[in-house]
């Protein structure tokens, strides 16, 4: 499987890195983190907050999702309040 380079690093490099191959001896040896580190916690999330949201998928225009997603973190959930406060205004029309 060839992996695709990301844009922050050069082709430089990404072409200078040399992965072994891994051997079949070498991947019968391997352990899950949680054997080797059994005190290191897991990193599950816990519970969602009430009220709880439902994934959607959407189709939205490539401009819209750009703006929202160059204000930094929290753009999905500034998308959430503008809809809420849409739903607001527009509840008795």
């Keep these: 499987m060839k992996r ?16 072994p191959k891994l051997s079949e001896s070498f991947l019968a040896g391997m352990k899950p983190v949680a054997v080797l ?5 897991s990193r599950v999330r816990g519970p969602q ?6 994934p959607v998928s ?6 819209t999702i750009k703006a929202f997603r160059s204000t930094g973190r ?3 959930t500034r998308i959430n ?11 008795h029309a």
Excluded: C, F, N, T
């Design 49 to 54: 907050k009430a009220p709880r949201k439902a």
């Design 74 to 76: 929290g753009w999905q």
């Design 81 to 91: 309040e503008i809809l809420r406060d849409w739903i607001r205004e527009h509840e």
């Design 58 to 63: 959407l189709r939205i225009d490539e401009s």
């Design 37 to 41: 580190y059994p005190d290191m916690p």
């Design 4 to 19: 695709q380079k990301p844009d922050h690093i050069s082709q430089a490099d990404w072409d200078s890195v040399e992965s």
